[in-house]
Every structure is written in C-alpha cells, then in structure tokens.
C-alpha cells in the first residue's frame, strides 16, 4: 500500500524554466512533507519542507505547496538549471511515527541545457 | 560538523551468509533511522533508534535486526542474506525532540548478495 506517490518517473526539464515534482499521499494522519534530492552513489539530501499547517513554503529558488483537501503536494524549482537534474523524493511523517518517515518511489528531473 | 558516515561503502555477500552495517549519526542527533532502497520501491523504511531503544519498525522480517549504542553510534544486521536483500541501505540521523523534523542521510551501504 504505497501511502505516499509520484506517479511521473522522470520528467525533463528546459534549463531556466520552472520544473514542477508532483506527489500524492494517502494518510490524512501525515502532518509534515519534505522533498530530498539524490544524486547517484550519494544518500538523500533534504532540500525542503512544509508542516501541514501551511500551504506554502519558499527557500531560494525551490517552493512547496500542500493542498490538503486534494492530499497532493508540489516543488518547484525556478529557475532550472542543470545541477538540478537527480531523483527526488518526497516524503511524509505521521504525528504518531515518531522518525519514521514515509517515502514515495522517486522522479527523475533532467535539465536540458 | 560532519555529516553521517557510513561503513563499509560497498559489500559482496554470498546467499545464507551474515552482514552487519554500521552508521555513525551527526554529533548530537540521537535519533537514527534505517532504510533500504530498491529499484522501483524507493525508500523503505527499516527501523529507527532512539537512545539505544528501538522506537519504531517497518515491515521487514525478523532477519533483519539493528541496535544502537550509548554514543548514539548504530549498527543493523541481516542474517541468512537472499537474493532479494540486493540494495542501498540508508541510514539517516535527527535531532528528535527539537522542532525539527528533517533526516540527514548517509551515502549508503550497497550490499550485493550473490
């Protein structure tokens, strides 16, 4: 049962424009959201994240926004540029999971330059 | 401040065998989680430690077990290894009880079982 999902595997991007990442999720009981960026042979980098108290969330060139009622949250990144290309993940915690944070399966962003 | 180191960076293990992964958490986190990353499955979460007491586990069978030491230093073990145990084992470390939930990862243990 895949409580948390991005259904867009990869998605390319054309260097400058915004990129948007998707994802989905299943638990109403989730309360906080981050997104982790992975480059290859490297461990997750986390990059953002919003508390369910809010519907937005900006850091430099990246934003996430929650929407609660459709469980759906997004990063976007403006401009893109080609060090942005690597797997990101999205990701949730329970009030109730302590540390245990709840992953979705990853989408690929290239950047075209 | 140094970040999450991971030991050994690569295993080769053959099916049956034991293996035991070690991570050292960024000084002053006393919370470290574990996952395993596969191809199409993303992050799977393994377990979390929390001053040497298991705090909370995922869905993995009893073969895979794990325990953390006084200077918050953890270790995790997968005994009678299978083919499917192939992965990226991720461990993460954070503060806990502070107001920040954010996980710092490691680079990962790549374990391939033949």
């Known amino acids: 049962d895949q409580q948390v999902k991005q259904n867009s595997p990869s998605l390319s991007v054309q260097e400058g424009r915004i990129s948007i990442l998707n994802c989905d999720y299943t638990?109403?009981?989730?309360?906080?959201f981050l997104w982790y960026k992975k480059y290859p042979a490297e461990g997750p980098t986390f990059l953002i994240s919003?508390?369910?108290?809010?519907d937005k969330n900006e850091d430099g060139r990246f934003t996430v926004f929650l929407n609660k009622s459709a469980k759906h949250l997004s990063l976007h990144i403006v401009p893109s540029q080609p060090g942005d290309s690597a797997v990101y993940f999205c990701?949730?915690?329970?009030?109730?999971?302590?540390?245990?944070?709840?992953f979705g399966t990853g989408t690929r962003l290239t950047i075209i330059p | 401040k140094a970040g999450v180191t991971q030991t050994p960076r690569y295993l080769i293990k053959t099916r049956g065998q034991q293996v035991t992964l070690s991570c050292s958490p960024i000084s002053g986190h006393r919370s470290v989680s574990w996952y395993q990353q596969t191809p199409g499955q993303g992050l799977q979460f393994l377990f979390e430690?929390?001053?040497?007491?298991?705090?909370n586990k995922g869905n993995f069978p009893g073969r895979f077990s794990g325990r953390q030491f006084s200077n918050s230093r953890s270790e995790m073990n997968v005994s009678t290894l299978e083919l499917g145990d192939s992965a990226l084992y991720l461990c993460?470390?954070?503060?806990?009880?502070?107001?920040?939930?954010?996980?710092?990862f490691g680079p990962g243990t790549r374990l391939t079982v033949t």
């Open positions: 990701a949730a915690r329970s009030n109730f999971g302590n540390e245990k944070l709840t």
């Open positions: 993460a470390s954070s503060l806990s009880g502070a107001r920040s939930y954010e996980q710092y």
């Open positions: 919003i508390s369910s108290i809010k």
């Open positions: 430690y929390f001053s040497e007491t298991q705090r």
């Open positions: 638990n109403s009981m989730f309360d906080y």
